[in-house]
């Protein structure tokens, strides 16, 4: 075995083989030092097999920990995964030695909440799943391990209710893991990139999340979730509009607060997308729309301005797509300053200029202050491309051009599936049959 093994790993110094003999027999070990804990492999192995209290093949043999091999392709996978191989008896077994590097559960960072909880996802996968089932100590919760990557062997896992799973969306969702053939996954996007299919759907179609609430809540309403090891973000599956849209903190507080929350961030959502194109059409083409003290104090800003309110508009979303991207690439430190500071001596600079008016400031800072408050980061990406078309169409056709555009959108977003879920299916709760045990989660 060791022969066959060093033929396998040749340029590999972390190899490790020793060839052990005692009175009665001798082994043949195997492992990668820098994958696996030394200390396991001692108390397992090498401390039974010199000491000799009991004979070492009945403690191979019998013991669920020492797990038997019968194909040699499977010697390579095992060594990288951090377990012992061992030879005995003409016997091949392997010993999970995995060294785990455990980093303390830490705070949420993206998905920040005020009232719930603090705790996000590890990158450790059996650390993940043990957050999940202490907040869903359910026995239906299923989980199914899989290998994902060529060359990356990243390891994920399925987790789903078998009572409240749908199993047509399960099977789906199955089909599309079994399809994906890429060399290298190691982030929870890179999966979602290979699970949607059409790399041109603007839409997200799946929920990133780090948070084990957010999960264990997912699950009860019957959906499928995929954990990564080396990820501390996990998946959710089918989603709708309003998965992407809704926050963990709408659950913990009271009804109408969440609600009017809820109300707000639509409403925030309407105003990002047709404000800048709204400002264009009603400017140049409709100004009777507005009272006459206000279209006379839109005029009077816009005198000093040489061109159109386009070119206008488009400088300033330009501008302030770029302090977006400065406030994600600068360090953590100075991005908030360094980006407010930049918008405030550019705003006030452009406007005294005479280049845009000080109702276009106006407009352009509620754009992005709406923006911000999308509480989904691939649903405001998908926003933020939103309005650009509009613009144009309200440059040739105004208001109509508006409509007309807004129409397009919704009967877009209405046409998209998240896994067979229609995009904008209302939420419902599982059902319950009279003996009090959950219908299955109808997917239309």
Request: aromatic fraction near 10%; include cysteine.
């Given at each position: 075995?060791?022969?066959?093994?060093?033929?396998?790993?040749?340029?590999?110094k972390?190899?490790?083989?020793?060839?052990?003999?005692?009175?009665?027999?001798?082994?043949?070990?195997?492992?990668?030092?820098?994958?696996?804990?030394?200390?396991?492999?001692?108390?397992?192995?090498?401390v039974?097999?010199?000491?000799?209290?009991?004979?070492?093949?009945?403690?191979?043999?019998?013991?669920?920990?020492?797990?038997?091999?019968?194909?040699?392709?499977?010697?390579?996978?095992?060594?990288?995964?951090?377990?012992v191989?061992?030879?005995?008896?003409?016997?091949?077994?392997?010993?999970?030695?995995?060294?785990n590097?455990?980093?303390?559960?830490?705070?949420?960072?993206?998905?920040?909440?005020?009232?719930?909880?603090?705790?996000?996802?590890?990158?450790?996968?059996?650390?993940?799943?043990?957050?999940?089932?202490?907040?869903?100590?359910?026995?239906?919760?299923?989980?199914?391990?899989?290998?994902?990557?060529?060359?990356?062997?990243?390891?994920?896992?399925?987790?789903?209710?078998?009572?409240?799973?749908?199993d047509?969306?399960?099977?789906?969702?199955?089909?599309?893991?079994?399809?994906?053939?890429?060399?290298?996954?190691?982030?929870?996007?890179?999966?979602v990139?290979?699970?949607?299919?059409?790399?041109?759907?603007?839409f997200?179609?799946?929920?990133?999340?780090?948070r084990?609430?957010?999960?264990?809540?997912s699950?009860?309403?019957?959906?499928?979730?995929?954990?990564?090891?080396?990820?501390?973000?996990?998946?959710?599956?089918?989603?709708?509009?309003?998965?992407?849209?809704?926050?963990?903190?709408?659950?913990?507080?009271?009804f109408?607060?969440?609600?009017?929350?809820?109300?707000?961030?639509?409403?925030?959502?309407?105003?990002?997308?047709?404000l800048?194109?709204?400002?264009?059409s009603?400017?140049?083409?409709?100004?009777?729309?507005?009272?006459v003290?206000?279209?006379?104090?839109?005029?009077?800003?816009?005198?000093a301005?040489?061109?159109?309110?386009?070119?206008?508009?488009?400088?300033?979303?330009?501008?302030?797509?770029?302090?977006?991207?400065?406030?994600?690439?600068?360090?953590r430190?100075?991005?908030?300053?360094?980006t407010?500071?930049?918008?405030?001596?550019?705003?006030?600079?452009?406007?005294?200029?005479?280049?845009?008016?000080?109702?276009?400031?106006?407009v352009?800072?509620?754009?992005?202050?709406?923006?911000?408050?999308?509480?989904?980061n691939?649903?405001?990406?998908?926003?933020?491309?939103?309005?650009?078309?509009?613009?144009?169409?309200?440059?040739?056709y105004?208001?109509?051009?508006?409509?007309?555009?807004?129409?397009?959108?919704?009967?877009?977003?209405?046409?998209?599936?998240?896994f067979?879920?229609?995009?904008?299916?209302?939420?419902?709760?599982?059902a319950?049959?009279?003996?009090?045990?959950?219908?299955?989660?109808?997917?239309?």
């Amino acid at each position: 075995m060791i022969n066959r093994i060093l033929t396998m790993f040749a340029d590999s110094k972390d190899l490790i083989t020793k060839r052990m003999k005692n009175d009665d027999i001798s082994i043949e070990v195997a492992y990668i030092d820098s994958l696996c804990d030394e200390s396991k492999i001692s108390e397992a192995i090498f401390v039974p097999f010199s000491r000799n209290f009991k004979p070492f093949e009945e403690i191979v043999e019998f013991s669920s920990e020492f797990k038997p091999i019968h194909e040699m392709t499977e010697w390579a996978s095992s060594l990288l995964r951090g377990y012992v191989l061992i030879y005995i008896n003409s016997k091949y077994y392997s010993y999970d030695a995995s060294r785990n590097i455990r980093i303390e559960n830490q705070n949420t960072q993206v998905e920040s909440s005020i009232q719930g909880p603090q705790i996000a996802l590890t990158e450790d996968l059996k650390d993940g799943l043990n957050l999940i089932r202490n907040r869903y100590p359910e026995p239906n919760l299923a989980v199914e391990e899989r290998t994902l990557g060529v060359s990356s062997k990243t390891r994920i896992a399925i987790l789903f209710d078998n009572r409240r799973v749908n199993d047509k969306v399960l099977k789906n969702v199955k089909k599309k893991i079994l399809e994906i053939n890429a060399d290298m996954l190691h982030s929870a996007g890179e999966i979602v990139r290979e699970l949607g299919g059409n790399r041109k759907q603007l839409f997200p179609t799946t929920l990133i999340t780090e948070r084990p609430d957010r999960i264990s809540n997912s699950i009860a309403q019957g959906k499928v979730i995929i954990l990564i090891h080396g990820s501390m973000f996990g998946i959710i599956l089918p989603i709708t509009f309003y998965d992407l849209m809704n926050t963990m903190d709408d659950q913990y507080e009271s009804f109408w607060m969440s609600r009017t929350l809820m109300v707000m961030r639509y409403i925030s959502v309407l105003m990002t997308v047709t404000l800048p194109a709204m400002y264009i059409s009603i400017v140049s083409y409709n100004p009777e729309l507005f009272r006459v003290q206000l279209a006379f104090s839109i005029a009077g800003s816009r005198s000093a301005v040489p061109y159109p309110s386009f070119i206008e508009v488009l400088v300033m979303l330009f501008m302030i797509e770029m302090l977006v991207e400065a406030s994600v690439r600068l360090p953590r430190y100075i991005g908030s300053t360094g980006t407010t500071v930049g918008g405030l001596i550019l705003g006030q600079a452009a406007q005294q200029a005479g280049l845009v008016s000080s109702i276009m400031i106006i407009v352009t800072s509620v754009v992005a202050i709406s923006n911000f408050v999308i509480p989904n980061n691939s649903l405001a990406f998908a926003i933020r491309f939103l309005k650009y078309p509009l613009i144009f169409l309200a440059v040739f056709y105004g208001i109509t051009g508006v409509c007309i555009g807004m129409f397009c959108y919704l009967v877009y977003l209405s046409s998209i599936r998240s896994f067979g879920v229609p995009y904008f299916r209302i939420h419902r709760k599982p059902a319950r049959n009279a003996e009090g045990d959950l219908g299955q989660v109808s997917s239309s």
